[in-house]
C-alpha cells in the first residue's frame, strides 16, 4: 500500500508557471506507475499524465501536451507534475495517483491509489 500527498498548487494568472509535487510514503515506490489527474468543479475527472515505474514512458492528454512533464525521482518517493503556460482552463484540483499495474493507463480505474488533491486555480 502507498499513501501519497500533493502539494504546490496555487492561484496563478495565465501564462505562468507551476510545478506539483506527489510525495509517496512505502519503500516501494519505484514498483508503481504514477499518474496525475484533475478535476474541475461540475466535470469528470480526467486523465492528465502518467509515468512508468523507471520513467523512460509518459503519456499526456493532448490538452496538455507540450505545456505540462510529468517526471519522478525514485530516490525521493516523489512524482513531479511541471506546468507551463499555464491556461484558465487548467483550474481543477489536481490529484496523484498510483498503479500496480506496469502498463502506463490514462483511465482513473487502473489506478489503485489516490491523494487528496491540490488546489491550481488559473485566472486570465
Known amino acids: 500500500q502507498v499513501q501519497l500527498v500533493e502539494s504546490g498548487g496555487g492561484l496563478m494568472q495565465a501564462g505562468a508557471s507551476l510545478r506539483l509535487s506527489c510525495a509517496a510514503s512505502?519503500?516501494?515506490?519505484?514498483?508503481?506507475?504514477m499518474g496525475w489527474f484533475r478535476q474541475a468543479p461540475g466535470k469528470e475527472r480526467e486523465f492528465v499524465a502518467a509515468?512508468?515505474?523507471?520513467?523512460?514512458?509518459?503519456l499526456y492528454a493532448d490538452s496538455v501536451k507540450g505545456r505540462f512533464t510529468i517526471s519522478r525521482d525514485n530516490a525521493k518517493n516523489t512524482v513531479y507534475l511541471q506546468m507551463s503556460e499555464l491556461k484558465p482552463e487548467d483550474t481543477a484540483v489536481y490529484y496523484c495517483?498510483?498503479?500496480?499495474?506496469?502498463?502506463?493507463?490514462?483511465?482513473?480505474?487502473?489506478?489503485?491509489?489516490w491523494g487528496q488533491g491540490t488546489q491550481v486555480t488559473v485566472s486570465s
Open positions: 512505502g519503500r516501494t515506490f519505484s514498483s508503481y506507475t
Open positions: 495517483a498510483a498503479s500496480v499495474l506496469t502498463v502506463v493507463f490514462k483511465a482513473t480505474s487502473r489506478y489503485d491509489y
Open positions: 509515468i512508468s515505474q523507471g520513467g523512460a514512458t509518459t
